[in-house]
């Protein structure tokens, strides 16, 4: 089993800056990606950015500029700093981890941490 800690989060004005940060433990294996995802009220859950081990990221387009991401493999950790938010920007992020052990892909999430953007 894996299990993932956020941690960070709040309530910022328009314009403003969060991390996050996500810690893992457990079971886990090379080759791993860790991301946040985010689920605004009545929305699906998206993704925002991910990392692979290697250090390849995947943003979404809407915070292309905004958001960044990075990780520790050592600390199996991983960051998500968001500068210049907006109001839409607001939703619960959780953090991912997916990895595939002995064959079959595996995906696993923190309980999420709440992001406020308002004036």
């Known amino acids: 089993q894996v299990q993932l800690v956020e941690s960070g989060g709040g309530s910022v004005q328009p314009g403003g800056s969060l991390s996050l940060s996500c810690a893992a433990s457990?079971?886990?294996?090379?080759?791993?990606?860790m991301g946040w995802y985010r689920q605004a009220p009545g929305k699906q859950r998206e993704l925002v950015a991910s990392?692979?081990?290697?250090?390849?990221?995947n943003l979404a387009d809407s915070v292309k500029g905004r958001f960044t991401i990075s990780r520790d493999n050592y600390k199996n950790t991983a960051l998500l700093r968001m500068n210049s938010l907006k109001p839409e920007d607001t939703a619960v992020y959780y953090c991912?981890?997916?990895?595939?052990?002995?064959?079959?892909?595996?995906?696993?999430w923190g309980h999420g941490t709440q992001v406020t953007v308002s004036s």
């Open positions: 991912n981890l997916q990895q595939t052990v002995l064959g079959s892909p595996l995906s696993y």
């Open positions: 457990g079971s886990i294996y090379s080759f791993n990606v």
């Open positions: 990392i692979t081990e290697g250090g390849s990221t």
